[in-house]
């Protein structure tokens, strides 16, 4: 029910679930914390059946009003191979008209409007409607740092950045080896770099950002972004740290457990390696294979999610999330992996309940593509992790976490560039879950994050005072 008696702010996100978990909730948090209105444009990819799921629940509970328009058929525009990053930028252009009658349509003035990282263009609207704008980046300041930072690259990097000798210097952050850079810088003379580096330029429009990390976690990134001889010459707007936003471990009610989740309730505490390549993960035949008998070799617990194994690119299934058909999984995995396993492991087909399995005791690493979701959920659950990065920025998100961090190992060779053998996942599986030395330094290390995770949400905390002086902002402007 909209009322004008409280300040309303209007999200823009875009497709995919990394995108629509954190924006649904953000509104939620700014609604229940900072006493304001939430309303939701979504754009969804229109493939995924998880991502509907999750915005028919939060119509039903109500905490922020939802919008949601009709699908846009963007087939005419693109070449039906065109990447990712081009697929969501043309949706979001085309999607403006509908959100700016959507807007004019409000029986209120909002405060302000947020958009997401891949609907930068629509900055211009609220431009011209006189309405205070914010740009939420879902993931973290090292990748924040790098987009807006592209548009200088772009001028005085030649060739390919992948075959660059030297690493991209960022003013004040972590250098950027050309091996991790982001999915849309790998091919300079394709669509959706040209779109990333749009992005880049256009996050500097708008009033301020909000970012989905926290100040312990990246203190030296945050501080750059800050700094007027360093990353704030470029944006010259406020950075508002304002994370973790993530899903919390829902209420899973007595009797309607599953069968997962009983049988991690008889494991050993911290015994069960989680297995999950995120929303669009998947892995080619004999990637698979190797996983399989790394797990097997290993003798560890495991719960692994298994997708049909493809020959194309990391981020193919994005768009059919979770889909794995009427397929019998165990046509993919080795001849009798199932038997020999079915003591120490389950393999749940295409998509688990993530969060209660790594917010469960029994759950000791996680397996992961680096989705920063994921990543957020496993950090303020004090899991380990073993990256594995597919696509997107998942190669920047896991050297972040083996390398800055602290609290995840990673193969030598990049997942998206190669097959890792079983030999070497069979180690990484050993040293994070029971090496004496560097083992253990992580898995310290993961507890001191969650720990600082808690502190920096709690009430003084630094993430908890970049939310309210972001809220203090919107609400100095809003006419009743
Ligand atoms: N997820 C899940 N079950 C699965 C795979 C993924 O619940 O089997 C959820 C996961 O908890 C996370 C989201 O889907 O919240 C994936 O987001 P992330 O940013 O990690 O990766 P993306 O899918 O965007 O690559």
Redesign the pocket.
Known sequence: EITNSKPHLVFLSSP???HL?PVLELGNRLVTLCNFEVTIFTVLSNTSQ?ETQLLQSAMTAKICEIIQPPPVDISSLIQPEAAIVTQISVMMREIRPAFRSALSALNFGPAAIIIDLSGTESLEIPKELGIPKYVYMPNNAWFLALTIYLPFLDQVVEGEFVDQKENLEIPGCRPVRPEDVVDPMLDRSNQQYFEYVRVGNEIPKADGILVNTWEALEPTTLAALRDENLLYKTIKIPVFPIGPVR?AVGKVQVGSKCELLNWLDNQPKESVVYV?F????TLSFEQMQEIAYGLEMSHQRFIW?VRRPTIETGDSSFFTT?NVGDDDISRYLPDGFLTRTKNIGRVIP??????QIIGHPSTGAFFS?C?????L?SLTNGVPIIGWPLY?EQRLNATLLAEEVGVAVKPKILPSNGVVKREEIVMMIRKIMADEEEGDKIRKRVKEVKENSERALNEGGSSCNALSSFAGECKKGWKR
């Open positions: 995919g679930l990394g978990i998880t899903r999950s995120g929303s669009g993960g999610v979770g295409g998509w688990g309940p993530q969060v593509h989705g920063w979701n994921s990543i959920e997107a």
